[in-house]
């Protein structure tokens, strides 16, 4: 059993590619793409829920590890795009932190909301109105039948 194990192990890596798929400079940098992903979701999402320390962390982690991918041998480019995409995506969440929290973001977002529910609210208003003159005019039909 473990002379057919070992023969398994030396066919796979004498084959290049397959010697690849199977060792940590692939799988690190696949399981590692999580971050960039759900970091490029996030923009989709409210800046109100961004931790701008998280951000940052995350953003010198990347940086740091995009020049580890670099240092090691052999080179691990992979790693290094993965590390580079996150690094773009973190540091478009720290823009959108900045962008909410110190440069106005915030009142501008709580300006229009309360905008759109003062709109809704005079529609609102408006189609109650309709209503209570209907019924006013069907009451009085009434009384006076």
Same mark, same amino acid.
């Not at 940098?29 to 962390?57: L, Y």
């Given at each position: 059993?473990?002379?057919?194990?070992?023969?398994?192990?030396?066919?796979?890596?004498?084959?290049?590619?397959?010697?690849?798929?199977?060792?940590?400079?692939?799988?690190?940098?696949?399981?590692?793409?999580?971050?960039?992903?759900?970091?490029?979701?996030?923009?989709?999402?409210?800046?109100?829920?961004?931790?701008?320390?998280?951000?940052?962390? !995350?953003?010198?982690?990347?940086?740091?590890?995009?020049?580890?991918?670099?240092?090691?041998?052999?080179?691990?480019?992979?790693?290094?795009?993965?590390?580079?995409?996150?690094?773009?995506?973190?540091?478009?969440?720290?823009?959108?932190?900045?962008?909410?929290?110190?440069?106005?973001?915030?009142?501008?977002? !709580?300006?229009?909301?309360?905008?759109?529910?003062?709109?809704?609210?005079?529609?609102?208003?408006?189609?109650?109105?309709?209503?209570?003159?209907?019924?006013?005019?069907?009451?009085?039909?009434?009384?006076?039948?």
């Amino acid at each position: 059993m473990a002379a057919a194990i070992s023969a398994l192990n030396a066919k796979i890596r004498s084959q290049p590619v397959l010697n690849y798929v199977f060792s940590t400079h692939f799988w690190g940098p696949v399981s590692n793409f999580g971050i960039p992903i759900a970091a490029i979701a996030d923009t989709k999402k409210d800046p109100e829920i961004i931790s701008g320390k998280m951000t940052a962390a !995350l953003t010198v982690y990347s940086a740091t590890f995009m020049r580890y991918s670099m240092a090691v041998t052999p080179k691990n480019y992979l790693l290094f795009a993965c590390h580079f995409l996150n690094t773009g995506a973190q540091l478009t969440q720290g823009y959108r932190y900045l962008q909410y929290w110190n440069y106005g973001g915030r009142e501008k977002a !709580l300006e229009a909301k309360a905008q759109s529910t003062l709109s809704e609210t005079r529609k609102e208003a408006e189609n109650l109105a309709e209503e209570g003159k209907d019924l006013l005019v069907r009451a009085k039909d009434k009384v006076l039948k």
